[in-house]
């Protein structure tokens, strides 16, 4: 059977905004408190959306959250009636009322882990959202994350869905955008490479199988590692994958000390090719060698050094957390951010590799800003799901992007969405009522049923 591997984007949700809430992401960091435009970043993964489509990949639609979470406010003890509770919230807690208006769903590589059926022990796909536990205003997502995403794929012949793993640091678990699955075609038995930045248990435990650092005790000084190694480990366990095909590796603790928060910010991979920078991973020669043996010798590395791009350049252009795509017509495409281009240093090396004999044969840019500015590139907004025809057939239709989807969406954001917003609009009545009426009516267009806590009173 035929397989391929479809990409399920976040859509921005209407509160979108800069409230610089991620100790160790410098976009974020940075871009607090700048005024937000939800409509133009909506619109914006709206047209990456779109031109994959019309490349011929199989592209899909992952619904954003409720925002403000007025649930959780409500736990986190602000009373009363709706717009009593955002006053509140906004006079006494003003950095929890951020954190509960973030509309940081968008970025599904944090979604989940997912396991193509190739894989796993049952034969079926499975999926574990991820507790992101080292973010409050991100720990809040995975009840309705799971949610969309039985939802989006309801048929329990062919998906599996798991809750997220216990929401303390111990298990802190980011999901997709530190997990990558090579395989040599989609419908294949596949290696599944998980990269952690610290181990919870440390090192007086038995050596982990599968793991190239003998003794884990490194851990960056300055910011957090926020996904830890038995977290991979339990969704490995989770998801039936055979030790023989899973590879773990250690971020290097110096680059996320740089900004590197999640190993999809210096490495991307796809099929029999992983793209990197040569400073990614502890003890890289030994992962590089892990890889290759687990892909049967035949395993493709491109390995940026650092005189030509720097650990810092990586960071700031968003160079690795690019979309690494197998085309319908047999071509390999790099999908980019802008900052690439406008970056001299990143902009040469990409023009040689495309020009050179590398397997990547092209590069198309996108205007992503609205959300890199929040420290999400092409790859943050995506979720890889590899599947094949019949899970294909089976997965809810509603969300995958056609002409028609996209247009319909364009104008539900066109009539929805608002183009600016500063802190002061996150406590205004007015917000919730039009981020509720949005997502109730996006529920209806892609067929979700009743994902929300506002739905499910
Ligand atoms: N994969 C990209 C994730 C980016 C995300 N940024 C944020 O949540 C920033 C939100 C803010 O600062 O308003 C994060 O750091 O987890």
Redesign the pocket.
């Known amino acids: 059977m035929k397989a391929f591997e479809a990409n399920f984007d976040g859509l921005v949700g209407p509160t979108h905004?800069?409230?610089?809430?991620?100790f160790?992401?410098v976009a974020?960091?940075s871009?607090?408190a700048h005024a937000s435009n939800p409509k133009l970043a909506a619109l914006q993964g709206l047209q990456k959306m779109k031109a994959l489509h019309d490349m011929g990949m199989v592209q899909g639609v992952l619904a954003p959250q409720e925002r403000p979470d007025l649930f959780t406010l409500r736990r986190l003890g602000f009373t009363g009636s709706d717009a009593d509770v955002l006053a509140q919230a906004a006079k006494e807690a003003p950095r929890i009322l951020?954190a509960c208006c973030?509309a940081?769903s968008m970025?599904t590589?944090?979604a989940a882990t997912v396991s193509p059926s190739a894989d796993t022990s049952d034969g079926k796909v499975h999926f574990t959202p991820a507790n992101?536990t080292n973010?409050f205003?991100?720990s809040i997502e995975h009840e309705t994350t799971g949610r969309i995403l039985q939802a989006t794929f309801a048929d329990q012949n062919y998906f599996a869905h798991h809750p997220a793993l216990p929401g303390v640091e111990h298990f802190g678990d980011?999901g997709a955008?530190n997990h990558t699955r090579f395989c040599h075609g989609y419908g294949e038995q596949g290696v599944e490479f998980f990269v952690f930045g610290r181990s919870a248990f440390g090192s007086r435990y038995p050596e982990p199988k599968n793991c190239p650092e003998p003794k884990i005790c490194l851990e960056p000084k300055k910011y957090p590692a926020r996904h830890t190694l038995e977290a991979s480990q339990a969704v490995a366990r989770l998801h039936g994958l055979s030790d023989r095909h899973v590879v773990y590796a250690q971020q290097h603790p110096d680059v996320i000390d740089a900004g590197v928060?999640?190993n999809?910010v210096i490495a991307v991979g796809n099929r029999d090719t992983l793209f990197c920078h040569e400073q990614a991973f502890l003890n890289q020669a030994a992962v590089k060698q892990q890889l290759t043996e687990a892909m049967g010798g035949h395993f493709n590395i491109i390995e940026v050094p650092a005189n030509h791009v720097s650990v810092e350049d990586a960071v700031q252009s968003y160079l690795f957390n690019s979309q690494l795509l197998s085309l319908p017509n047999g071509r390999t495409l790099l999908v980019i951010p802008e900052e690439c281009k406008s970056n001299e240093r990143v902009w040469s090396y990409l023009s040689e590799l495309v020009n050179g004999s590398s397997p990547i044969d092209e590069l198309k840019v996108f205007d992503l800003k609205q959300s890199m500015s929040?420290?999400?590139?092409p790859a943050?907004l995506r979720l890889r799901v590899a599947m094949n025809e019949a899970e294909l057939a089976a997965f809810n239709p509603a969300t995958r992007m056609s002409d028609k989807l996209f247009t319909t969406l364009n104008d539900w954001v066109e009539r929805h969405y608002r183009d600016r917003i500063v802190d002061a609009d996150l406590a205004d009545p007015q917000l919730l009522i039009e981020s509720r009426t949005a997502l109730d009516e996006l529920t209806q267009i892609l067929q979700l049923g009743s994902v929300y806590p506002f739905q499910r009173v």
């Not at 905004?17 to 991620?22: D, I």
């Not at 929040?374 to 590139?377: A, D, F, L, M």
């Open positions: 905004n800069y409230s610089g809430l991620s160790g992401n974020s960091q871009n607090g951020a973030s940081s970025w590589a944090n992101l973010k205003h991100r980011e955008a928060f999640h999809d929040n420290g999400g590139g943050c």
